[in-house]
């Protein structure tokens, strides 16, 4: 991940993780966001759920992104949206390329945010 996202930040005991430049895709009002996850406890075996983003996230039109809502409580502090969505499928394997993991997680959230607008 670290190599994919190197401002990529983690709570010291790995349950949470924050990229604080993310690359936002087209048809948003910015271009980049401060993006957070957190690690369920029972990684790998259950993948992360849902998606933090700082506030004040909106679509081009001016609108909020569909199942997104503002000022959520994270493990950090601050101000932050919370997108409302769980991934379908979760298949964890002991090799990196033939299960889910991280990665897999993030390429979801992508596809996500460019569902929202």
């Not at 936002?24 to 259950?46: C, D, V, W």
């Not at 569909?66 to 601050?78: I, K």
């Not at 969505?85 to 964890?92: C, F, L, M, T």
Request: glycine share 8%; with cysteine.
């Amino acid at each position: 991940m670290k190599e994919r996202y190197p401002s990529l930040m983690h709570g010291q005991d790995y349950d949470w993780v924050m990229i604080p430049d993310f690359p936002l895709p087209e048809g948003y009002n910015r271009q980049s966001a401060k993006l957070m996850f957190l690690i369920p406890n029972t990684y790998p075996h259950t993948g992360p759920d849902c998606f933090y983003v700082d506030v004040g996230l909106r679509l081009g039109n001016g609108e909020m992104p569909s199942n997104y809502n503002e000022h959520m409580s994270v493990p950090v502090g601050g101000a932050w949206g919370y997108f409302s969505w769980h991934p379908e499928i979760w298949q964890s394997a002991d090799d990196i390329n033939s299960g889910d993991n991280l990665l897999t997680f993030m390429r979801a959230v992508n596809l996500r945010l460019r569902e929202a607008n």
